[in-house]
Antibody, heavy 120, light 107 residues
């Protein structure tokens, strides 16, 4: 069974750092890119970027470039999303989703989401 | 960047109704258009990919059509469990982008 299992909810203060994770199982982790999607409270879905687990090469949305860092460790089938200095506006649910490396590039499996709350 | 615009933003329909949601891309995206369903407190779920291909396990009352810039998601006979928010997403070009969502309520 294909699963993407994300790390648990986090409560952080502004300026703190954070790393959340997404562990894949039930499939070949290196055959799919991992994408990250943000959903702010009561809002829609925003694509943040993707990471290639084969070489850990990321592609960022211009809206998120420089604000987050994506990484992957294929030895433990885990992708990560990290912030060096959180802001209250980073409060959101973050989803990981896999996409096969050939067209048509749809997100066929999603993680359960990680709620990140940033508040002083 | 490619902008995706859905209409309507919300709609209310009765069980058994035929419902359609449209999605328009700001430029041609061929058939690189996907539809997702999201229920409250849950992750999105893939319904339709490549504009008209039904994802495995998704009920056949869901269908998709369109190419170029205009696309439609149709539910042939609305069921109570279809109450959700629906999103379109283009996978033609980076950065990927989603529509703003359509909230579907059951009367």
């Amino acid at each position: 069974e294909v699963q993407l299992v994300q790390s648990g909810a986090e409560v952080k203060k502004p300026g703190e750092s954070l790393r959340i994770s997404c562990k894949g199982s039930g499939y070949s982790f290196t055959s799919y890119w991992i994408n990250w999607v943000r959903q702010m409270p009561g809002k829609g879905l925003e694509w943040m970027g993707r990471i290639n687990p084969n070489d850990s090469y990321p592609n960022y949305s211009p809206s998120f470039q420089g604000h987050v860092t994506m990484s992957a460790d294929r030895s433990i089938s885990t992708a990560s999303l990290q912030w060096s200095s959180l802001k209250p506006s980073d409060t959101a649910i973050y989803y990981c989703a896999r996409v096969i490396t050939t067209r048509p590039y749809h997100f066929d499996y999603w993680g359960q989401g990680t709620l990140v709350t940033v508040s002083s | 960047d490619i902008q995706m615009t859905q209409s309507p933003s919300s709609l209310s329909a009765s069980v058994g109704d035929r419902v359609s949601i449209t999605c328009r891309a700001s430029q041609s995206i061929s058939t690189y258009l996907n539809w997702y369903q999201q229920k409250p407190g849950k992750a999105p779920k893939l319904l339709i990919y490549a504009a008209s291909s039904l994802q495995s396990g998704v009920p056949s009352r869901f269908s998709g059509s369109g190419s170029g810039t205009d696309f439609t998601l149709t539910i042939s006979s609305l069921q109570p469990e279809d109450s959700a928010t629906y999103y379109c997403q283009q996978s033609y070009r980076m950065p990927r982008s989603f529509g703003q969502g359509t909230k579907l309520e059951i009367k």
